[in-house]
DNA sequence: CCTAAATATATCAAAATGATATATCTGTGT
DNA sequence: ACACAGATATATCATTTTGATATATTTAGG
């Protein structure tokens, strides 16, 4: 059996609750999904085409003037697609951060240049952090369907890892810095 | 400027320490560096051959009777490029969790189901912290040389961070008991 | 002495990434 | 009325990564 193309489910998952174009499926993977997904017009547009093909999906013109405009709805066999992915046991999580990458290899730099790394990694983990948190606020006062609490779930998972990757850049700068060469 | 290839700085940091074969980096990669980046035989005897052409790195034979064996070690120039990657501010992060994907979309299944794809990850991340945890404690009783600090360094971000997920996954299982639908 | 596992290199299809090309529509300031 | 920046929209492409497989040799255990 061919291996599961992950952006395929990213893109039903979207298409359970409205219909989209490709582009507005590239602003919603852009958006609180990024923090744990990525997507890009060069596998989304693709898939769209393929997953047409296999009747998961369909296509209706929905062109505004001269602008082209391809709105997609999901099938009966792209839900069941879906579901059935969902009740699959495997799930590949994994981890890419070029700052521990970095981080591991400072022997061939100094100390400065691995504080420098990490004080990097701060930044953009305070400001990813903020905007969780707005996240949150707004589903706080608006959880009214079972939606949006799977999705205050995924926003405090983000909230509750990044809180503990800044306590862990305080220890570690404390370390770089206490621990003489 | 073409895009820098991730693989070859991975390689480049684990040859200024000792020269190796495609298959021992293979095994480092496979080993602590795997919570934070992977690598496949597919990228890395590629890297080998293209960052020999490009003098970053140079081959030796070592073969020994008829298994064949090739031998890296890493030139001057290599260690230059490895020392410009480490000084580069930008670094890129990122996470690629399926559980939290499939958690987001189980508006289109069960809480049943949410909750299952919870405990395996629950599973998962308990199984490895406590692998984590293993490399700490050899670690601390062996903390010699400055490679040994940077190596600490990225052992205990993971435990600290697989820590939060697990405190995250109690919370989260008791919200989708509780929440009555 | 047999065999399973580890060692070792290499390649390939499939998937993801990141950038770019092309064209249209919309809102803002002048 | 007009220019023009930015948003909308589809599409493609080279590069990189992934995951699997092919091939062959050596080592360790029963």
């Known amino acids: 059996m061919a291996r599961e193309k992950k952006i395929d489910m990213v893109i039903l998952g979207l298409l359970f609750h409205e219909d ?3 582009y507005d ?5 852009d958006g609180a999904i990024s923090f744990f997904w990525k997507g890009s017009f060069g596998n989304i547009y693709p898939s769209l085409k393929d997953m047409q093909t296999r009747k998961l999906i369909q296509s209706s013109d929905t062109s505004v003037g001269g602008r082209e405009k391809i709105t997609y709805h999901i ?3 792209g839900k069941e697609a879906l579901k059935e992915w969902l009740n699959e046991d495997l ?5 890419r951060y070029e700052t521990l ?3 591991f290899f400072s022997g061939a730099g100094s100390r400065k240049t691995a504080l420098h790394n990490i004080e990097n990694f701060e930044k953009q983990i305070k ?4 905007l969780l948190k ?3 606020k707004n589903l706080e006062n608006n959880m009214k369907n079972e939606d949006h609490l799977y999705y205050y779930l995924t926003v405090t998972f983000g909230i509750d ?3 503990a990757y800044l306590k862990w850049c305080t220890k570690a700068k404390k370390m770089l810095r206490l621990e003489a060469r």
Chains 1, 2 share one sequence.
């Not at 499926?25 to 993977?29: A, E, F, G, H, T």
């Not at 799930?91 to 981890?95: G, K, P, V």
């Not at 400001?127 to 903020?130: A, K, R, V």
Request: proline residues 0%; negative net charge.
């Open 134 to 136: 707005v996240y949150c």
């Open 161 to 163: 890892s990044y809180e």
């Open 91 to 95: 799930a590949i999580n994994e981890l």
């Open 75 to 77: 099938t009966e066999e």
């Open 101 to 103: 990458l970095k981080l």
């Open 127 to 130: 400001t990813d952090l903020e």
């Open 25 to 29: 499926i590239k602003k919603r993977i």
């Open 20 to 22: 989209l174009t490709g």
